[in-house]
T-cell receptor, first 111, second 115 residues
Framework: DSGVTQTPKHLITATGQRVTLRCSPR?????VYWYQQSLDQGLQFLIQ???????AKGNILERFSAQQFPDLHSELNLSSLELGDSALYFC??????????FGPGTRLTVL | AQSVTQLDSQVPVFEEAPVELRCNYS??????LFWYVQYPNQGLQLLLK??????LVESINGFEAEFNKSQTSFHLRKPSVHISDTAEYFC?????????????FGGGTRVLVKP
């Protein structure tokens, strides 16, 4: 158990819909990262928050957004969903420098 | 920008045989290096990391990796694998002194240990 929690574990929805994925980092970790894992793209960095502020952005689509709240949990919002958004979405957390600890992931299926 | 190449997408290996997973990276700046393992239907777990110091790093379950700066490589080895080592292994880098320390991953190597 990494100490990072993600909900829900599975999500099945339809094209055009909007979903919210939730992540709680390890106690004491200020940084939260979101990654997408898909068969065609592999593991891709989406976005990082540090203590409530956006710190780095990857190839995140404009339809996707994220935020980190004062209690340090984070949410990833995916809207106008397309079939190609089906993937595993991982959240990770870390202290300032060093390894990242990954949650179990949310498997999103868009039908 | 940085990139990571894992040269083998799949590696079948017999139980108790040695295994080597190759990882090469490209970066214009110095990087930290990591190996993560993903067991079926699970998240990623850190296997080992190189931040500084000795270029040979070891994990508690018998894996080791050696950082070779001149060859920009960070190959992972285990002298004798177990069935339980069946998993997908990801090499990753993050830039030192960057704003944010996102991980850039290789494409992964699936290790299938056969009895």
């Amino acid at each position: 158990d990494s100490g990072v929690t993600q909900t829900p574990k599975h999500l099945i929805t339809a094209t055009g819909q909007r979903v919210t994925l939730r992540c709680s980092p390890r106690s004491g970790d200020l940084s939260v990262y979101w990654y997408q894992q898909s068969l065609d793209q592999g593991l891709q960095f989406l976005i990082q928050y540090y203590n409530g502020e956006e710190r780095a952005k990857g190839n995140i689509l404009e339809r996707f957004s994220a935020q980190q709240f004062p209690d340090l949990h984070s949410e990833l919002n995916l809207s106008s969903l397309e079939l190609g958004d089906s993937a595993l979405y991982f959240c990770a957390s870390s202290v300032e420098i060093g390894e990242q600890f990954f949650g179990p992931g949310t498997r999103l299926t868009v039908l | 920008a940085q990139s990571v190449t894992q040269l083998d997408s799949q590696v079948p290996v017999f139980e108790e045989a040695p295994v080597e997973l190759r990882c090469n990276y490209s970066s214009s700046v110095s990087v930290y290096l990591f190996w993560y393992v993903q067991y079926p239907n699970q998240g990623l777990q850190l296997l080992l990391k190189y931040l500084s110091g000795s270029t040979l790093v070891e994990s508690i379950n018998g894996f080791e990796a050696e950082f070779n700066k001149s060859q920009t490589s960070f190959h992972l080895r285990k002298p004798s694998v177990h069935i339980s080592d069946t998993a997908e292994y990801f090499c990753a880098v993050s830039m030192i002194k960057a704003a944010g320390n996102k991980l850039t991953f290789g494409g992964g190597t699936r290790v299938l240990v056969k009895p």
